[in-house]
């Protein structure tokens, strides 16, 4: 089972920005835990940059300081986790009904900068690897110039148990 760089014939267009309304579309979270408020510079295949707005009303900040509050590590990892996941379902056109994109694994986290209520985190998502339903991904969470986080991590299409 090799897996190879995808190489798409248009991988280096890039196509319009991704609103909420196609982010709720694309992916099964919701609030509290949907942590990417838009994404934009897509190229199918490639890459993408997913923005999160982090505000002081995000529930984890009652008791993740409480007088100094940080965003977990493991919330910024998941963030670039939901970029990954609509990279994915844009590139392959998952039908929302009857699959979900699962995460399959975190290596090589690391945490740089803390996230603060008032930043803006970039997160930058390129596809490393891809085999059918499985992207392999390495991603850099940013606020302004400093990395606050980064890791490399993989996820695949499964489809979704009926009831």
């Known amino acids: 089972m090799s897996q ?3 190489e798409e014939p248009h991988a280096k267009e890039v196509l319009a920005n991704i609103d909420i309304a196609e982010i709720l579309n694309r992916i099964p979270h919701r609030y509290p835990f949907l942590l990417v408020d838009r ?3 897509y190229r199918p295949h490639q890459s993408i940059v997913g923005i999160k707005c982090v ?7 009652q008791g993740h300081f409480p007088g100094n509050p940080v965003m977990p590590g493991v919330l910024i990892i998941e963030a670039l986790a939901q970029t990954g996941a609509i990279l994915m379902s844009k590139s392959l056109e998952v039908a929302t009904e009857g699959k979900t994109i699962f995460f399959m694994s975190v290596d090589n986290a690391r945490f740089r900068t803390p996230v603060r209520p008032g930043d803006v985190i970039r997160m930058e998502v390129e596809v490393t690897r891809a085999r059918s339903s499985i992207f392999k991904f390495k991603g850099v969470a940013k606020v302004g110039d400093k990395v606050a986080a980064e890791a490399e991590f993989a996820a695949m299409v499964v489809e979704t148990p009926t009831k």
Do not use: G
């Not at 505000?55 to 900040?61: A, S, V, W």
């Open 55 to 61: 505000t002081i009303n995000e529930p984890f900040f």
């Open 39 to 41: 994404a934009e510079a």
């Open 4 to 6: 190879s760089k995808v």
